[in-house]
């Protein structure tokens, strides 16, 4: 996988977490069906794997070495003890085959589920959690850890399955032969169970330390390559080389340590084979003599302690997995958990009015309510009005657009449009009310039609007819296949100033009543901002209109400018006005407005 | 270990001599520990092949009735003690051989690291960061299996299929035969197999990176998805990639649905041919029953070596790619000149001089640089432009990032080709315009070009880059760790963080690629300030858009298309440049009450 080794320190969760499980379980539930099918393999697979060395007992004892029978009887049964022992194997094959495409399948379409529901919970969550969790984290989630969990229902909940019913089998099948030679052999049971559960436990901590050295290796790799000139500038080859090289040496140590326990675990587990196969000969043997036992059922003792000890080593290397799988399957669990802080409205408002105009009243809000960064704002804007908001870098103008839209809810006050308070929308009616260019931009990896029609279903002439009118088909023209043009991650790579247009475009696509707009910090080429104002212009009549401003010309052709400091609004009137009056805005035009803008915060 | 049956997927001899030069190194070093891994290994072979035949002497006495209950103890016995000898021996040839995989392993890796760190910027845009990681984690791996598990394999396949088949054929010729007949199936079946599975699953790991990089795309544009009610459409799309994801996985599962049945059933049919012949022959009294339960055991053991081979030759197919692709960049040559630094002596105050200086990158037609012309000493230059004008790569340059031809580029009048390549950069400062900044804390990460810095030092240069009063206020000061897994800093607080760390090392030329492009304005004031106060003296280049901090230096150089357009002070590019009388509009002239700029 291209996961280089990543891990998350932490909490360790044990394997006997009935939660974790039953939750799981309710997934499998869901595919029952296909599930009873596979464990109804599972059995059948056992029965005529154990049936092997029965039928060549039969064979040994009833056949080959009764010396009573005539030749002919002999080679007549011979033949038929083959032909079902052939009849067995290919059983064994196609039943065991069968089994695993039928567990593959339950497995990825329950996993498939899991992800879904994750991703879709995960885009209803509210930005709090987003901002807590850096987003590779969150991807994590619905790809390793999602992918952890499988191994553990492939390994784990399958193949631990079908081993213990083996085990049992042969236990079984070794009691109906010989009692008192069974009860010789059952003390391999703990002393093998026990073995392997010590050994899991170890290699389960050795694989741990090896796990969290390579991803200090792959880190420190990732950040060296991406900082390479940085490093090669200051003169840093050597400390690099020396870091890197005691990294890799720790690795080297720690697998050789590893390597160490492996090279323990593995031989003792074939000498404890051996040894069953010398308590066989030397007490079957005796058992033989004393005529409680025949030569046939000696041979099947023999294959089925070989069956006996083939899952133990697996089943030991298999411990590891569980373990990083319940953690994943937790971290899955607490995420789907986490609930929204922003409530859905439980009857929402029919959206009956349509004038668009918006309200803040006496607004408080604080990302950390210790810790506000929106001060009382009360701020009207009348249907159709274009209001610039202005002020320097962490004055609130964001946070407003992000309360608006409901990303975080204030903690005090409210915001209403046509006086409806907007949580009393649903999320998607406001949504859909209020429409934003952000200054980052959500690329698909499609043509450039879809990109702007996304979910809306409108009709391609419908879009070329707002283009047009709009003045944007330029942006469109320039493209090499216009709107069939493929764009995002190997198609065309478009601009800083395209990207905007796309995002224009698609707010456009939408007619919201309410036009909210974070202008680009970034210089963008004139020939996409030329576009960009003639299309703004359009835009802003009939719309009520929001603009975090940060040229000039913006500014000034909005109606009303209001300036923000401090999460306060401190100013507000028209240019002229606010000219005039010599304060804030006067000192921030000064600043020079266009090249003071810098990155928003989150 | 070679495999000459199929060329196809091979290297030509020469390169696989070539190739396994890489290797060779270790295997030269650790000769002994191979050479007492293998006879460990040839040992334990060995007596595993003894132990069916004390069983067969075993059920032969049990048959014919002359063996006593102290001849099966002496047999049990027999069998206990070597089982002891093969587990310690087992494990001696684990820790070699094995071992040696990773002492191999760990040389590669180092190797490759030190070549990456010789390596230009050129051959990191032909590698990506990506790719480099892919090279250092599943390349290795697959050397490492090869050289380790792949040759023990190999080995041990060998030996015990050769010595077993003996053993059979000593016990009955035709029955061999027999029971062989199959396994030559399995070895072909799994070679296939193993191959297309290799190849089905690479699918699965595309469409695994395509889902995750959907995700991410998704998880970074959050606010978008919800301002856009889009949830349910990226869901679904999001769904379309998972059920093709489930599909491959399946596609996969069919092939390992087959493999191990179709081992285990081979096997099986071996020992449904024993049990059909060997039983003719013991009825028909060729063979004992001692004979044909030894000849069961020996068939155990065959199965797995017979696998093995399938398994093996994809490993080493494998291993040999993997090689390959490690040898193509371990032998890739640095594009700037490799030369020793003979303790040159620093220069106090160096020049740089652009003679006719022209450069293309790889692969295009069009000169990012042409024909430049260009003295530059001590001073502040400032250097402005339009994207793609050529800016940055003249800094990249200047910083010996890419190659230029003989006798365009001279440093203190010594043509840079003839110089070491960290001598030049030795002289030098430099803060692109990424800043990029490592997981450590913020002291070391501006101690970095000068690793014996004091804190007086450190904290001066923080000052002087308008950064000390950020540090200061952040949780554990100057031991605030950053990057991943720390404290995350604002653009421009990470910009300032860069300015620091080239200001700490107070080398005599400093080149800034408009790394303050992030900076607010009132700080930019701060940081020019700073930088007017540490770097009397010293020639400076640096690159910017900002009107008002190129109206400070000494002289800006305007580019156009990768030509120099305009020379001049402030002054006198505003009366002859255009495009520099445009951005001074568009950037001064619009406010109304600004003042007139000096």
Redesign the interface.
């Known amino acids: 996988?291209?996961n280089?080794?990543y891990d998350e320190g932490g909490h360790r969760v044990s394997i006997g977490d009935m939660r974790i499980w039953r939750r799981i379980a309710r997934y499998t539930f869901n595919r029952w069906v296909s599930f009873t099918f596979a464990v109804l393999l599972s059995l059948a697979v056992t029965g005529a794997t154990l049936a092997?060395p029965w039928?060549?007992q039969q064979?040994?004892d009833r056949?080959?070495?009764d010396i009573n029978l005539d030749?002919t009887a002999?080679?007549i049964g011979?033949?038929t003890?083959?032909l079902w022992?052939?009849i067995?194997?290919?059983a064994?094959?196609?039943l065991?085959?069968?089994?695993?495409?039928v567990l593959?399948?339950v497995g990825?379409?329950i996993?498939?589920s899991i992800?879904?529901d994750l991703?879709?919970h995960?885009?209803?969550l509210d930005?709090n959690i987003?901002n807590s969790n850096?987003?590779?984290r969150?991807?994590t989630r619905?790809?390793n850890d999602i992918?952890n969990m499988y191994e553990m229902f492939s390994s784990v909940m399958v193949t631990m399955f079908n081993d213990l019913l083996r085990l049992i089998g042969i236990l079984i099948a070794l009691y109906l032969m010989n009692v008192r030679l069974a009860l010789v052999m059952t003390i391999f049971v703990p002393i093998s169970l026990g073995l392997t559960i010590l050994f899991a436990r170890l290699a389960r901590d050795k694989f741990r330390a090896i796990r969290s050295q390579?991803v200090k290796?792959?880190?420190f790799?990732?950040?060296?390559?991406?900082?390479?000139?940085?490093?090669?500038?200051?003169?840093?080859?050597k400390?690099?080389?020396d870091e890197?090289?005691e990294l890799?040496?720790g690795?080297?140590q720690r697998?050789?340590s590893q390597?160490?326990l492996?090279?323990?675990f593995?031989?003792?587990t074939?000498?404890l084979g051996?040894?069953a196969?010398?308590?066989i000969?030397?007490y079957g043997?005796?058992e033989?003599?004393r005529e409680r036992l025949t030569?046939g059922e000696?041979?099947a003792f023999?294959?089925y302690m070989?069956l006996f000890f083939q899952p133990l080593r697996e089943l030991s290397q298999k411990y590891s997995i569980v373990q990083s799988a319940m953690a994943s399957a937790e971290r899955i669990f607490q995420l789907l958990d986490t609930t929204s802080a922003i409530h859905e409205a439980e009857q929402p408002v029919s959206t009956a009015s349509h004038r668009g105009e918006l309200v803040f009243d006496k607004v408080c809000f604080g990302y950390d309510p210790k810790k506000p960064v929106i001060k009382d704002v009360s701020l009207r804007l009348r249907p159709g009005r274009t209001v610039a908001l202005v002020g320097?870098?962490g004055s609130g103008k964001t946070t407003l657009v992000?309360l608006l839209?409901r990303?975080y809810d204030p903690q005090e006050g409210k915001i209403l449009i046509d006086d409806t308070p907007i949580t009393k929308f649903s999320?998607?009616q406001l949504?859909?009310m209020?429409g934003?260019v952000?200054q980052?931009?959500?690329?698909?990896q499609d043509t450039l039609l879809s990109n702007i029609v996304?979910?809306t279903g409108k009709s391609r002439s419908e879009i070329e007819q707002i283009l047009t009118n709009t003045g944007m088909h330029r942006f469109v023209d320039k493209l090499p296949q216009g709107l069939d043009t493929m764009i995002g991650?190997g198609g065309k790579e478009l601009s800083t100033g395209e990207k905007q247009l796309l995002s224009f475009a698609?707010v456009l696509c939408?007619d919201p009543k309410i036009l909210v707009l974070d202008e680009a910090t970034a210089?963008i080429?004139t020939e996409s901002e030329n576009i960009l104002e003639s299309a703004l212009a359009d835009a802003f009549t009939g719309r009520t209109s929001l603009i975090i401003a940060h040229r000039?010309?913006t500014i000034r052709r909005a109606d009303h400018i209001v300036v923000m400091a401090g999460g306060r609004i401190i100013e507000q009137g028209n240019h002229e006005e606010l000219?005039a009056a010599d304060g804030h805005y006067?000192q921030l035009?000064?600043?020079?407005?266009?090249?003071?803008?810098?990155?928003a915060?989150a | 270990m070679k495999e000459t049956n199929s060329p196809s997927h091979h290297p030509a001899n020469a390169r696989l001599k070539e190739l396994l030069g890489l290797v060779r190194h270790s295997f030269v070093t650790h000769r002994l520990r191979l050479l007492l891994g293998f006879i460990a290994l040839l040992a334990v072979d060995f007596l595993q092949l003894i132990?069916p035949r004390?069983?067969k002497h075993?059920?032969d006495?049990?048959?014919n009735?002359n063996?006593?209950?102290i001849g099966?103890?002496k047999?049990?016995?027999l069998?206990?003690s070597?089982?002891?000898v093969?587990?310690?021996l087992?494990?001696v040839w684990?820790?070699l051989i094995?071992?040696f995989s990773?002492?191999l392993?760990?040389a590669v890796?180092?190797r490759l690291?030190?070549h990456?760190?010789?390596?230009d910027?050129q051959f990191?845009e032909k590698y990506t960061?990506g790719d480099?990681?892919a090279h250092?984690?599943n390349d290795l791996n697959a050397v490492q299996m090869a050289c380790g598990m792949g040759l023990v394999a190999a080995v041990d396949a060998f030996v015990m299929s050769t010595a077993a088949i003996g053993f059979m054929v000593h016990i009955h010729g035709q029955l061999t035969l027999m029971a062989l007949l199959p396994m030559p199936f399995l070895a072909i079946f799994t070679r296939i197999l193993s191959g297309r599975l290799h190849r089905r699953f690479a699918t699965v790991?595309e469409q695994?990176?395509s889902?995750?990089?959907f995700?991410?795309?998704?998880?970074?544009?959050?606010?978008?998805?919800?301002?856009?009610?889009?949830?349910?459409?990226?869901?679904e799309?999001?769904?379309k990639l998972?059920?093709g994801?489930?599909q491959s996985?399946?596609r996969?599962?069919?092939i390992?649905?087959?493999i191990?049945?179709?081992a285990?059933?081979v096997g099986?049919?071996g020992?449904?041919l024993v049990?059909?012949f060997g039983?003719?022959l013991?009825?028909a009294g060729t063979i004992s029953?001692g004979d044909?339960?030894a000849f069961?055991?020996y068939l155990?053991m065959l199965v797995w070596p017979m696998m093995a081979i399938g398994w093996v030759t994809n490993l080493v197919q494998r291993g040999l790619t993997s090689l390959n692709r490690i040898h193509t960049l371990v032998t890739s040559k640095p594009a700037l000149p490799e030369l020793e630094n003979h303790n040159l002596a620093p220069i106090a105050h160096p020049t740089y001089s652009l003679r006719e200086l022209t450069f293309f990158y790889q692969n295009e037609t069009q000169p990012a640089l042409n024909d430049i012309r260009l003295e530059l000493g001590p001073g502040i230059h400032g250097v402005t432009g339009r994207?793609g004008c050529g800016k940055s790569t003249l800094c990249r340059l200047l910083?010996r990032?890419y190659p230029v031809m003989d006798g365009q580029l001279f440093f203190d009048n010594t043509d840079v080709n003839t110089l070491p390549?960290?001598y030049i950069?030795?002289h030098?400062g430099?803060v692109?315009q990424e800043p990029?900044?490592?997981?450590d804390t913020i002291a070391a990460n501006i101690a970095?070009?000068k690793?014996d810095a004091t804190q007086a030092e450190i904290e001066a240069a923080a000052r002087h880059a308008a950064i000390h009063n950020d540090i200061i206020e952040l949780s554990d000061g100057y031991g605030t760790l950053i990057?991943?897994r720390g404290v995350k800093l604002?653009?421009?607080q990470r910009q300032r963080l860069a300015l620091a760390?080239a200001l700490v090392?107070d080398r005599p030329l400093l080149i800034i690629d408009d790394g303050l492009s992030?900076?607010?304005?009132?700080t930019e004031h701060e940081v020019f300030n700073g930088l007017q106060q540490r770097l009397a003296g010293k020639t400076v280049i640096i690159v910017s858009?900002?009107i008002?901090l190129l109206s400070m230096t000494d002289r800006t150089i305007i580019l156009e298309e990768g030509r120099i357009a305009y020379d001049g002070r402030h002054d006198e590019l505003l009366k002859q440049s255009s495009l520099y009388r445009s951005m001074y509009d568009?950037?001064?002239r619009?406010?109304?009450?600004?003042?007139p700029v000096p």
């Open positions: 996988m291209m280089f080794g092997q039928l060549m064979g040994i056949y080959i070495t030749a002999r080679l011979l033949s003890t083959a022992y052939c067995m194997v290919i064994v094959f196609l065991s085959f069968l089994q695993v495409v593959e399948y990825q379409w996993m498939h992800r879904q991703f879709a995960m885009l209803r930005l987003f850096p987003t590779g969150l991807v619905l790809t992918q390579l290796i792959n880190s790799l990732s950040e060296a390559i991406a900082g390479i000139s940085i490093l090669q500038l200051f003169g840093r080859e400390r690099s080389r890197f090289e890799s040496e690795y080297l697998t050789l390597i160490k492996f090279g323990t593995m031989p003792i074939e000498f051996s040894a196969m010398a308590m000969l030397w043997g005796g033989i003599l030569i000696l041979v023999i294959s070989k320097t870098t992000n839209l990303f999320l998607n949504r859909n209020v934003v952000l980052d931009v959500l690329i698909l996304m979910d991650e698609r939408r210089a080429d000039l010309s000219i006067a035009v000064a600043m020079d407005l266009h090249n003071g803008a810098t990155t915060p | 132990i004390i069983i075993g059920v006495g049990l048959a009735a063996i006593t209950q099966l103890m047999l049990g016995g069998i206990l070597i089982a002891l093969i587990a310690v087992r494990f684990r820790y094995i071992g990773r002492l392993e760990q890796r180092n690291f030190r990456i760190l010789k390596m910027a990191f960061t480099l990681m250092s984690s790991q695994f990176s889902m995750t990089e995700a991410r795309s998704t998880l970074i544009s959050i606010r978008l998805i919800k301002a856009y009610t889009t949830e349910k459409f990226q869901t799309r999001f769904g998972g059920r994801y489930v996985n399946l996969v599962a069919v390992q649905g087959l191990f049945p179709i285990t059933m099986n049919l020992m449904l049990l059909w039983g003719k013991v009825i029953i044909f339960v069961i055991t155990y994207t910083a990032l390549v960290d950069r030795a030098l430099y692109g990029i900044l490592f997981s970095l070009g690793p990057g991943e604002s653009g421009g760390r090392c992030a900076v607010d304005v009132a858009n900002r008002k568009k950037q001064m619009q406010t109304p009450i600004a003042e």
